[in-house]
């Protein structure tokens, strides 16, 4: 035991990525030393991993490496005083064109970290970010149009939103792969006594996004307002989202990882609740007052698995730990497009058909 590395960093697994950097960057401006595994394969991450090293020097630590790579795996979480598992294959899209790729990344590489967590004399607390796709298109809920709006016509779930009760429906690759590890994480606290929690994520949005058109839709919505081009919407325009500030989901990590021996061993559902949902109309509506633009918008087919509204309950965090989000939408939309203007912001991949058909 004695040749083991002392844990004395917090391991972010892509933690160059949007949500990793802005993890990373609190961590270290708060004085703890982190350690950065990512494999650096999505646009635009080497830049944020450029700034957090800029920004905090030796503080952050990088490894760049593969979840499905164990060994590299290993020697990480052997570091690791604890753990934040954000790294993932995260496109509806990608999972459709090579499945087992996604599956390898999303699924294999989540039981890796588990089984390096798992072999620790003393196995860090660990948050694992899922996916609210792990309930599918919510089977069973019917909806109404109203206004610019899909709602529920349960008024008990329009006005609280979808809670942890709602039955698990996995839809695409990804929401398989992404589910299956979920799973996983949960079953490891329960089986083998890991200090492990999970969130179902809703849409995260903030500095340090580079959105596209099939992951990080705010940020992409803003990126094409900015730059006067047209927005493709998929349907017809009144899909709801609750959508969470970067700041508030980093502050709801750090509290579930420093609470986990009251939360190991659940899902939590995370995001910005019924006061912060919004319809992509809606958002877009909001352009000219924010930022003096107004969206150009084409229409085309609805995609498989596109949920008409969903909005997340958050009460079960609220209630462990007084968790609330604080960030507004204007605010937050405001604080974004500031960074947007500011950062150099890589120009997005163009699509297949084949990768168009799905989010």
Not at 8 to 21: K, M, N, Q, S, Y
Not at 192 to 197: H, R
Request: aromatic share 8%.
């Amino acid at each position: 035991m004695s040749g083991r590395p002392k844990p004395d960093r917090v391991l972010i697994t892509g933690g160059a990525g949007f949500i990793g950097c802005n993890l990373a960057h609190r961590l270290a401006s708060n004085g703890k030393r982190v350690l950065i595994l990512d494999n650096l394969s999505r646009a635009g991450v080497e830049q944020n991993l450029a700034w957090l090293q800029a920004t905090h020097g030796d503080a952050v630590e990088a490894v760049v490496g593969d979840l499905r790579e164990r060994a590299i795996v290993d020697a990480a979480v052997a570091r690791a005083e604890r753990v934040f598992h954000l790294a993932a294959q995260v496109a509806v899209t990608t999972s459709l064109v090579d499945p087992v790729h996604d599956f390898m990344v999303n699924a294999a590489g989540t039981l890796n970290l588990l089984e390096a967590a798992r072999a620790c004399a003393k196995p860090p607390p660990l948050v694992f970010t899922s996916t609210n796709k792990v309930y599918g298109k919510l089977p069973g809920v019917t909806f109404a149009v109203s206004g610019e709006r899909y709602v529920p016509r349960d008024a008990l779930m329009a006005g609280r939103g979808v809670s942890e009760e709602q039955p698990l429906d996995f839809a695409s690759p990804y929401g398989c792969s992404k589910g299956a590890a979920d799973q996983y994480v949960l079953d490891y606290a329960r089986t083998f006594g890991l200090p492990c929690a999970v969130f179902r994520m809703s849409c995260i949005y903030g500095p340090h996004q580079f959105g596209t058109e099939d992951q990080g839709w705010v940020a992409h919505f803003l990126k094409r307002v900015l730059a006067e081009e047209a927005i493709t919407l998929y349907g017809d325009g009144r899909q709801v989202r609750d959508v969470l500030f970067v700041d508030d989901l980093v502050d709801a990590l750090l509290l579930a990882s420093d609470r986990m021996a009251s939360l190991s061993g659940e899902a939590y559902n995370i995001g910005g609740g019924p006061e912060n949902a919004i319809s992509l109309h809606e958002l877009l509506d909001r352009m000219p007052r924010l930022i003096g633009r107004k969206a150009i918008l084409r229409y085309d087919e609805w995609r498989p698995g596109d949920q008409p509204w969903y909005v997340s309950s958050t009460q079960r965090f609220f209630a462990r730990t007084g968790w609330r989000p604080r960030v507004g939408i204007d605010e937050g939309l405001t604080r974004l497009c500031r960074w947007l203007t500011d950062a150099t912001v890589p120009a997005e991949r163009p699509q297949t058909d084949l990768q168009r058909v799905a989010s």
